[in-house]
């Protein structure tokens, strides 16, 4: 699979200076965590799940979320495992799509006894399964899903990675917040090969407080929530070598609603692109909060984002395309006559590339590059995201 797959090859060779790579569910976890992406979550009952998987991965969805958690009721729990495996057997038999064409899949449980009761349940199509999700990740609970995790490894024999879900009280209270971060510090560390990602429970946050952000606002603008963010990117989210991929938190909205500010859209890139048809459609379904918040998430140190809804994915990975600009800029600064450091002023003329400070960034600029392409010159977030969507 590849991002921008899904859209012709010409298309594809008109928008990149440098094409995404190919990848596949055995690809290095590094590249794997990069690629992930707009993850989108879908609920375990649905009954055409199978479909659903395929439809989605053919408009250029990579990274899947099946859920047995929040978004289902509890009474619905053992209809949705058992449907789970069907879904899965349907999606091994090839259908409409063959497996290698089918998105990294990911199940969401609840206890740590699901992941090895599911694993065994699954027979011979675990292999179309990337990993679990592990909600409301502390130490002790996530001790003992990491342990299940093993466990199922064991019996199916093949690699099974862990997406803990940041989001515990504990996490989100002052008074408790650095001893559960240094806890979860320990436990993701001493199962850094298996724990491909963290994610951010946003919505539980707000929940704690009885809060609620609105279409016109990110997550950034609640500062409860912003600050644990900066925590948990100051502690697990380092460019070090003890950092993790940290994805963006989830973007509830898409449906028309009244709004109270004015849309945060500039019209100046759409009529470049000649594209205010599409700027109207992203602000009349509360999308150009959306791509303001992806924004801020990459200035965080965030990287992909989990989605409820299939119109969020084309704008995330338009967004996480590399511009041609920052390719440049990261190229200049890792080569290897470089590698005394000092001062270079950017291909652009626009700023000053510090070899030293900045090459952390360039590493994961390149790597990103390589993950979602690099952008020609005169392509614009604009031109990918109009390719993604009629791809």
């Not at 590249?31 to 439809?55: F, Q």
């Not at 509890?74 to 495992?81: F, N, R, W």
């Not at 879900?165 to 979860?184: C, D, K, M």
């Not at 270079?344 to 993950?371: C, D, F, G, I, Q």
Request: glycine share 8%; proline share 5%.
């Amino acid at each position: 699979m590849r991002h921008f797959g899904h859209i012709p090859s010409a298309a594809r060779a008109g928008l990149f200076h440098q094409e995404p790579a190919e990848f596949t569910a055995d690809s290095p976890a590094n590249i794997l965590a990069v690629a992930l992406g707009a993850t989108l979550y879908s609920p375990a009952t649905r009954p055409r799940l199978a479909d659903d998987v395929r439809k989605q991965a053919a408009r250029g969805v990579v990274s899947m979320v099946l859920c047995l958690e929040d978004s289902i009721a509890d009474a619905d729990v053992e209809a949705a495992e058992a449907n789970l495996v069907e879904q899965f057997a349907q999606l091994a038999a090839g259908g409409t799509g063959a497996p290698q064409d089918l998105p990294l899949l990911f199940i969401r449980v609840r206890e740590p006894g699901q992941i090895p009761d599911l694993t065994a349940r699954l027979g011979d199509t675990v292999r179309l399964l990337s990993g679990f999700v592990l909600p409301k990740f502390d130490e002790p609970r996530g001790r003992a899903f990491l342990d299940a995790l093993g466990v199922a490894e064991a019996a199916c024999g093949r690699r099974l990675f862990a997406m803990p879900v940041l989001e515990s009280p504990e996490l989100l209270h002052l008074e408790t917040r650095a001893a559960t971060l240094a806890g979860i510090a320990t436990l993701v560390n001493q199962h850094r090969d298996r724990v491909l990602a963290l994610r951010l429970g946003v919505t539980d946050f707000c929940s704690a407080y009885g809060l609620r952000r609105s279409p016109d606002m990110t997550a950034y603008d609640v500062q409860l929530v912003a600050h644990v963010i900066a925590d948990v990117v100051n502690v697990l989210g380092r460019s070090d070598g003890t950092g993790f991929t940290i994805t963006g938190p989830v973007w509830e909205y898409f449906r028309l609603g009244e709004r109270m500010f004015k849309p945060q859209l500039r019209r100046s890139p759409f009529l470049e692109g000649r594209a205010e048809d599409l700027r109207t459609a992203l602000i009349e379904h509360d999308l150009d909060g959306l791509l303001r918040e992806i924004e801020l998430d990459r200035a965080n140190g965030l990287l992909g984002k989990t989605c409820i809804h299939p119109t969020h994915v084309s704008p995330v990975h338009a967004l996480s395309v590399v511009s041609h600009e920052e390719f440049s800029d990261a190229q200049d600064i890792l080569r290897p006559e470089r590698g005394g450091g000092g001062v270079l002023r950017s291909a652009y003329t626009n700023k000053m590339n510090e070899v030293k400070p900045h090459r952390a960034w360039a590493e994961r600029t390149l790597l990103r590059a390589e993950v979602f392409g690099v952008a020609k010159e005169d392509v614009g977030f604009v031109d990918l995201l109009t390719a993604g969507l009629s791809g």
